[in-house]
């Protein structure tokens, strides 16, 4: 981005015609904000529940967590692909082709679910004792790893035609079945982790039809509520989808699409992928530390969730509309799309830097006040919430890079952030330089700044304006 399109953004970011664009990404956005929230919210609760399990419990499902992100990471291969050559397509006006874009994003999805989900299967005990954790953490998280990654064969599906939605520019039915399948989730959840008279809450008995099935039932939970949702949204879909009738038909999968798919989709999961996937070497760090600083990290995680709320929805919108608007060929329409979606990102940013900074101990103990945990997690929340600060705007950016179809760079500097810079830093500060487990917050803190920067020198060029999907 140049100086002189810097100013124009300062002049033009409030303007009439800027309120406007603002009312259309609010109406993008906010039903994927309302989705975020119930699943994060979901996801809360559910360690809520795990938390009256004993600190092995949270230590283990922190763990797993972090895998499970890392499987998500896969879905933005059908994710971010589905969005950028749907929403290209309408853009085009060519609604026919945007249909047979979603068929061969829900094909590739089934397909990678299956490969995901028994992958996942099979090799959960090795991820498992990879980190060398104590016996009871590991009786706990093999079996809920492997229960919880079997669903991922239906995850997939669903969110190959979340994005098909997207890119036509409705979300709110995504939202409607995300909403159902959280709703399904939570209330499954108390029911199959705990037994008549386990756990009395206010007077009530929350297992009073409950298996007892304590970690695994969590597990379970999971697997039957996404099955669902993902029936759900399929009929849905091919009943009363977001294509006009004429656009809707039998669809040839033809290889080159299935493809063309996978080149856009694959450096978007590398991308996201890059982060957890380093992270999950440096849990084994974390772990020599003891189970306090493995439990705190897993409740830092799940309190940083809450930013994704509002980001997420921000995200999908800027990456639809710049789509949108490459497709007409409107690139000055997708520059002001990522203006306003950097003015938002940016105080956004703020916000939650202060929210996390002021109020780390009470993020925190909400989770597990013992004082080992809270020692261990309120320095890294803190140190993460600055990071924000530069990751809010880098957000947008990345967005509308998926949304064009370019995204080899977010790629790039997501790569050489996490492994060349924050797997050596991280370890070197921990044990070399005895920083102990802050050493690690440290080297993850110097990684969000590294690539926020990486991001912005490769944004401003304007290149994933001319690229081709």
């Known amino acids: 981005m140049s100086s002189e399109r810097v100013v124009t953004v300062s002049r033009s970011v409030w303007s009439r015609q800027a309120l406007e664009g603002y009312r259309e990404m609010w109406r993008l956005a906010w039903p994927v904000s309302v989705s975020s929230a119930t699943v994060m919210l979901a996801q809360i609760a559910n360690l809520f529940w795990i938390g009256h399990l004993g600190t092995e419990a949270v230590a283990a499902v922190s763990l797993c967590s972090h895998v499970l992100f890392m499987a998500f990471g896969l879905t933005q291969i059908v994710s971010v692909s589905g969005v950028a050559v749907v929403a290209r397509r309408i853009g085009e006006g060519d609604a026919r082709e945007a249909f047979a874009a979603s068929v061969h994003a829900a094909v590739l999805g089934a397909i990678l679910g299956v490969i995901v989900g028994g992958a996942g299967w099979l090799g959960a005990g090795p991820l498992v004792a990879f980190f060398d954790t104590e016996p009871a953490v590991t009786r706990v998280a093999v079996p809920f790893l492997e229960i919880t990654l079997a669903a991922h064969a239906f995850f997939f599906v669903s969110m190959a035609l979340g994005a098909a939605y997207h890119g036509m520019g409705d979300t709110r039915t995504p939202m409607i079945v995300s909403t159902a399948v959280v709703a399904l989730n939570a209330i499954l959840d108390p029911l199959l982790i705990f037994a008549p008279g386990e756990l009395v809450v206010g007077g009530f008995d929350v297992g009073f039809l409950g298996l007892g099935l304590g970690v695994q039932g969590a597990a379970i939970s999971d697997v039957i509520a996404t099955a669902l949702g993902c029936f759900v949204f399929l009929a849905l879909w091919l009943l009363d989808g977001p294509f006009p009738k004429a656009a809707r038909g039998a669809v040839r999968i033809r290889p080159v699409e299935l493809w063309r798919l996978l080149e856009i989709g694959i450096p978007a999961s590398v991308s996201m992928l890059a982060r957890p996937l380093s992270t999950f070497f440096l849990l084994k760090v974390i772990a020599s530390f003891g189970t306090a600083p493995l439990a705190a990290f897993g409740i830092a995680l799940r309190a940083f969730s809450l930013n994704w709320i509002p980001y997420s929805g921000l995200n999908a919108a800027v990456a639809t509309l710049v789509g949108q608007r490459l497709g007409a060929r409107d690139q000055g329409g997708a520059w002001r799309v990522v203006e306003r979606g950097l003015a938002l990102g940016t105080a956004l940013g703020f916000a939650f830097c202060a929210a996390y900074v002021a109020w780390a101990?009470?993020?925190?103990?909400?989770?597990?006040?013992?004082?080992?945990?809270?020692?261990?997690?309120?320095?890294?929340?803190?140190?993460?919430?600055?990071?924000?600060?530069?990751?809010?705007?880098?957000?947008?950016?990345s967005a509308a890079m998926n949304g064009a179809g370019d995204t080899r760079p977010p790629m790039i500097a997501a790569f050489l952030a996490n492994w060349p810079l924050k797997l050596p830093l991280a370890w070197a500060l921990a044990i070399p330089f005895g920083l102990g487990v802050e050493g690690v917050w440290w080297g993850m803190f110097v990684s969000i700044l590294?690539?926020?920067?990486?991001?912005?020198?490769w944004f401003r060029r304007g290149r994933w304006t001319q690229t081709s999907v």
């Open 361 to 397: 101990e009470e993020f925190i103990a909400f989770f597990d006040a013992s004082p080992a945990v809270i020692a261990a997690g309120v320095p890294f929340l803190q140190m993460i919430a600055v990071g924000i600060l530069f990751n809010g705007p880098a957000l947008p950016m």
């Open 450 to 457: 590294a690539e926020a920067v990486a991001l912005w020198l």
